[in-house]
């Protein structure tokens, strides 16, 4: 696993956890999880890129 990943995927995780335990109900609050994730989902592909070139 890349260092990166190592780096970002305990936040991910925790963050899944907090989404998966909200209702359903409440879309607007999942929705915002589902944002940061993907957002820390591209953050760690585009890190990887960057190093691949290095």
Sequence with gaps: ??????????LI???LREHD???HDQ?????SFQ????FLMN???MQE???SYA
């Design 21 to 23: 335990s909200l209702p």
């Design 43 to 45: 953050t760690i592909k």
């Design 13 to 15: 995780t925790k963050l």
């Design 1 to 10: 696993m890349s260092p990166v990943r190592e780096h970002y995927n305990p």
């Design 27 to 31: 879309v607007i609050e999942r929705k």
């Design 49 to 51: 890129l960057e190093d």
């Design 35 to 38: 944002r940061r994730i993907l």
